[in-house]
């Protein structure tokens, strides 16, 4: 009889302990599940005044994009933005380096297109073709000459003689009587006198002493850099895989041992994998080796040398 009392006096006292912690379990869990959802829905400490907010912008890509401008008008703009935009970048001596070479084939285009527009045995349709083909190359962005353009086609409309009558200039002499006396003599110069003038002997002319020209000192024979070990460059799989073509023009500066210190892209003409072309180029180009430019036969640094990279995929 007192064991049972026991066991139900032990079976009371572990419901009662039961029915206490489970609501303390279940508490302590709901607690943990708002801390939880609040954290997770908080927004984070505020930025500092040195935290970045927004990235720095992706200068590399920029720079492959401006140079991979197959237009040269619109490349030269886009690097012209990319020196403005990025003056302290590294690739802006590239970038630089490119507009120079830009500059300079504007330059040269600009002068063959005035010596065809003077050109005395050309045609109106050959001028203004030449300035036509020089607008098209050229123009319609920033430094596109459209003020001495639009001068060079007023100067052909003047040359074919089909300027409006204002834009030439004036010739005609004033109306009036004419100033020479009507007894002048037909063989005599205008405004001369009407007698025949006195005849002078002249003076004998000293001797004409002609003074030699000082020797000119030696030119300097120089011998320009050649190739001495070419390196192909390595196809692109997914461009030749795909038959994408590409042309890369690389400058390369080479130290007096042959050796290349420096590749820059001028140009890229791809379709697609203007990256991956311009990678395989400088690789190649860093491996080649030169014979160095000599000067008197003695070996020299040489800056600027153009090397063209072609891909070419098997049809």
Same mark, same amino acid.
């Given at each position: 009889?007192?064991?049972?009392?026991d066991?139900?006096?032990e079976d009371y006292e572990d419901a009662s302990r039961a029915e206490f912690i489970l609501p303390l379990l279940l508490g302590a869990a709901g607690l943990a599940v708002i801390g939880t959802l609040v954290w997770l829905g908080s927004p984070g400490s505020p930025a500092g005044s040195g935290d970045p907010v927004i990235s720095p912008p992706d200068v590399t890509r920029s720079y492959r994009q401006a140079i991979a401008e197959t237009d040269p008008a619109l490349r030269r703009a886009r690097l012209t933005d990319f020196v403005n935009q990025n003056p302290e970048s590294g690739r802006s001596s590239a970038a630089r380096a490119q507009l120079a070479v830009l500059e300079s084939a504007e330059a040269s285009d600009w002068e063959a297109t005035v010596s065809a527009v003077y050109d005395a045995r050309a045609e109106t349709e050959g001028r203004s073709a030449a300035v036509d083909?020089?607008?098209?190359?050229?123009?319609?962005y920033l430094g596109g000459r459209d003020e001495e353009i639009a001068a060079l086609r007023l100067q052909i409309e003047q040359l074919a003689g089909e300027a409006p009558r204002d834009a030439r200039p004036d010739r005609s002499l004033p109306d009036g009587p004419s100033p020479i006396?009507?007894?002048?003599?037909?063989?005599?110069?205008?405004?001369?006198?009407v007698t025949a003038p006195p005849i002078v002997t002249?003076?004998?002319?000293?001797?004409?002493?002609?003074?030699?020209?000082?020797p000119r000192a030696a030119a300097p024979v120089v011998t320009p850099v050649r190739v001495r070990r070419n390196v192909t460059p390595r196809y692109p799989r997914a461009a030749q895989r795909r038959k994408i073509n590409?042309?890369?023009t690389m400058r390369l500066d080479i130290n007096a041992k042959g050796r290349v210190e420096l590749a820059e892209v001028v140009n890229v003409e791809a379709e697609r994998y203007a990256e991956?072309?311009?990678k395989a180029s400088e690789r190649a180009a860093m491996r080649?080796?030169?014979?160095?430019?000599?000067?008197?036969?003695?070996?020299?640094?040489?800056?600027?040398?153009?090397?063209?990279? *072609?891909?070419?995929?098997? *049809?």
């Open positions: 009889m007192y064991q049972s009392i066991d139900e006096f083909a020089f607008e098209a190359r050229w123009g319609g006396p009507r007894n002048v003599p037909a063989d005599s110069l205008a405004g001369g006198p002249p003076a004998p002319a000293a001797p004409i002493v002609i003074a030699q020209p000082a590409a042309v890369v991956d072309f311009v080649t080796r030169f014979h160095p430019k000599t000067v008197d036969g003695e070996p020299v640094e040489a800056e600027g040398v153009l090397k063209r990279y *072609r891909f070419e995929a098997s *049809r």
